[in-house]
Nanobody, 115 residues
């Protein structure tokens, strides 16, 4: 079965960095684009970044452009989100998603940025 397991979250101060990972299994990872979303308390889940099957054509939410970088390693079945210059507004639970005939989500990893 499809499984997505996020890791790498934590608590950092403003300006800090974190690298999130999403390990995928149960499907042919290299055949699917992947995305990172986040959901802050009381807010809707929003798209943060997406990447195509080859690792090219990344897309980013305006709020993270220039600070976050999405990448993937198809040999390791893993998608990453490098987050630099973190701000308190980046505080949220971060999820990876595999789109398809149905969407699959991981369990999420908490990122907390303190001022």
């Amino acid at each position: 079965q499809v499984q997505l397991v996020e890791s790498g979250g934590g608590a950092v101060q403003t300006g800090g960095s974190l690298r999130l990972s999403c390990a995928a299994s149960g499907f042919t990872f290299s055949m699917f684009p992947m995305s990172w979303y986040r959901q802050a308390p009381g807010k809707e889940r929003q798209l943060v970044a997406s990447i195509d099957v080859t690792g090219g054509l990344p897309n980013y939410a305006d709020s993270v452009k220039g600070r976050f970088t999405i990448s993937r390693d198809n040999a390791k079945n893993t998608v990453y989100l490098q987050m630099n210059s973190l701000k308190p507004d980046d505080t949220a639970v971060y999820y990876c998603k595999r789109p398809g005939y149905r969407d699959y989500w991981g369990q999420g990893t908490q990122v907390t940025v303190s001022s």
